[in-house]
């Protein structure tokens, strides 16, 4: 007995066959076309060419005759047999493309025409050199009637070609509809012995594929106890008795996991409630899919009512929205830059700020499921934090006064006091200037950093050009570039567009990476200042090619008393940097580092070009 996939072979089997009959019956009359279009082409174009240009040349010639009757014999002559070589050129490709019956006939009569033509032609020539009067009358008499001839012939040959040419097309037409004809009658034969067959398939598989459709349904409504006709001993009926097993064995399972299920997500729910950070789940559709006490206190809403909603109804800030948005489409966990990444909430009538992290959530087979948003408190760090801004800005601010003091003191001893004093105690004094000294740096740099870090600190904003920025910074560290005979290149273009930036800050941004960069520089050594337009904005970079930093102070090479020690370098206040990295961000603006221990460090920052400025605002 022939298997249900032997049944369908054969089917199709028949069917493809007669595709391949029409498919091969269209390339033979395809070819005959093809056939019929070279014939066209080939065999009768060239022939029209040769006439075209034959006549082209021959009237040529005749007009070279004229020029001579009219006393330019040299010019005359010089045009008749360039056309002459033309003439007998074509007239020897037509005679090698004879293949029309009357064509040899018509080619043997130019070719004697155009052979008396040429000697009446030189005959002529001769006798306008005695009697000019004679010569008109051999022109009008012998000469241009054998010309007329000679053209006429070539016209007749070029119109039996065209007639020919017409007559292959209607043939190729002719053609074209029978093929037309025959491929249709094949292609419905075709068709309807593919309907018919197709008929009798959808009866024989229908039926219990229908049947199957139902039984499915039923299962995915939760009733396990339906079973399908197991009918016949063909693969329907294996696959009828296999889809019953399976039916089984799903009851079974369903039976015996159905608590485990219902325990393990009861401790799930368990685990998100107890935790102390505010937590909430949010399935792919941005639906909130759960959400703890701590959160639901965190956003103030009751939880049993905004489960299943939209988390803009709960979160109701934009900003946390967009990252749950980004990671859902990337399947990763967002990139938030650095001072983004934390929430502030109104709870219980005071701020409270939260660290917050998003996470997706994967399936076994890494298929996305939702996202799940982890908020941690962080109000008392943040307090904390400001405290101490604030107590640094005070001690800074209250060391300001005593150390000028002190520093104007140790000023006066060295300059009044001198002569009384030994080498030693020059010494100690000269120290003690220069410990006052790196400690008021220290101070107002402190001050500085607490300032911008508290926001206190006025930033007067407007368009600037990155070229006079740079040249600013420049003309201030060239002495010491100088001093050290290192090379200090500029390479920003005065066409860049504006940045919106307070010149006085980002100035001291660039001289403060300038000085870093002579500092761990060597003599000989070279420092490229260069600044480039890319999207929105313009990049600023600091290159030298000093000592480079180490790789485990680059990811700290901004925090506050980082410093790299170097042989024979100053040391500084380790805050430069620091300052730098909080101006930056003060302009909307993002500080990094590129370097390799040996070979160099590069600086970079960036700075929003006018417009885009304005797009933010």
């Known amino acids: 007995m022939p298997t249900f996939r032997r049944k369908i072979l054969l089917g199709y089997g028949a069917c493809l066959i007669l595709v391949v009959v029409v498919l091969a019956w269209a390339m033979f009359l395809l070819l005959r076309l093809g056939r019929a279009s070279d014939s066209i082409l080939q065999e009768n174009y060239r022939s029209i060419l040769a006439a075209e240009n034959m006549i082209d040349a021959v009237e040529r010639q005749d007009s070279a005759v004229l020029l001579v ?156 106890e339906v079973r399908v006709p197991e009918r016949g001993t063909g693969e329907l009926a294996v696959l009828a008795h296999q889809f019953n097993e399976m039916t089984e064995k ?126 941690r408190d962080i109000t008392r760090l943040h307090e904390l934090d400001r405290l101490k801004s604030e107590f640094v800005m005070t001690a800074s601010h209250e060391l300001r006064t005593p150390l000028t003091s002190i520093g104007m003191s140790v000023d006066m001893l060295l300059e009044s006091a001198a002569p009384k004093l030994t080498d030693k105690e020059k010494e100690l004094l000269t120290v003690c200037h220069e410990e006052v000294q790196r400690l008021r740096a220290l101070v107002n740099d402190l001050l500085d950093l607490s300032r911008i870090e508290a926001g206190k600190l006025e930033m007067a904003f407007e368009p600037v050009s990155p070229r006079f920025l740079s040249e600013q910074a420049v003309a201030i560290m060239k002495g010491q570039a100088e001093a050290k005979n290192i090379q200090l290149e500029l390479e920003v273009p005065a066409d860049l567009p504006d940045v919106v930036a307070d010149p006085t800050k980002i100035e001291w941004v660039l001289v403060n990476l300038l000085v870093n960069a002579v500092r761990y520089t060597p003599e000989q050594g070279h420092i490229r200042l260069k600044g480039e337009g890319i999207g929105g904005q313009v990049h600023f970079s600091v290159s030298d090619d000093g000592e480079g930093v180490p790789y485990e102070l680059q990811s700290r090479i901004f925090d506050k008393f980082v410093q790299v020690k170097g042989a024979g370098t100053p040391e500084g206040s380790g805050l430069g940097l620091a300052i730098c990295k909080e101006i930056v961000r003060a302009h909307r603006g993002t500080i990094w580092l590129d370097s390799a221990p040996g070979h160099g460090s590069t600086f970079t920052f960036t700075l929003p070009l006018v417009n885009e400025s304005i797009q933010r605002s």
Not at 208 to 221: D, F, G, S, W, Y
Request: glycine content about 6%.
């Open 250 to 375: 799903l009851r079974q399972y369903r039976a015996l996991n159905i608590g485990e299920i219902i325990a393990e997500k009861r401790k799930s729910e368990a685990i998100i409630q107890s935790v102390d950070d505010g937590l909430v789940v949010v399935d792919e559709k941005l639906l909130v899919s759960d959400i703890n006490p701590e959160a639901a206190k965190i956003f103030g809403v009751n939880r049993d009512e905004y489960l299943g909603r939209h988390i803009l109804e709960v979160v109701r800030e934009e900003k946390l929205v967009d990252f749950i948005r980004q990671s859902l489409q990337s399947k990763t966990t967002p990139k938030i830059p650095e001072g983004e990444d934390v929430f502030t909430a109104m709870t219980g009538g005071r701020s409270q700020h939260f660290h917050f992290s998003i996470s997706p959530v994967r399936s076994p087979g890494e298929e996305i499921q939702g996202v799940i948003l982890l908020l």
């Open 69 to 224: 009757l009219l006393g330019f014999k040299e010019q005359g002559l010089s045009e008749f047999r360039g056309n002459e070589a033309i003439f007998l050129q074509w007239l020897g490709r037509a005679m090698d493309n004879i293949t029309i019956p009357g064509e040899k006939k018509i080619i043997d009569a130019i070719e004697k025409g155009y052979t008396k033509y040429l000697a009446e032609v030189s005959n002529l020539a001769l006798t306008r050199e005695s009697d000019r009067q004679r010569a008109v009358s051999l022109y009008h008499n012998t000469v241009l009637p054998l010309f007329r001839s000679v053209r006429d012939s070539c016209i007749k040959l070029r119109d039996l070609n065209h007639e020919t040419m017409y007559e292959a097309s209607n043939r190729a037409h002719k053609l074209a509809i029978q093929a037309v004809f025959s491929i249709s009658i094949i292609g419905l034969a075709a068709v309807i012995i593919g309907i018919v067959f197709s008929l009798f398939l959808s009866r024989l598989i229908s039926r219990p594929v229908t049947e199957l459709k139902e039984a499915v349904l039923r299962i995915a409504q939760g009733d396990y």
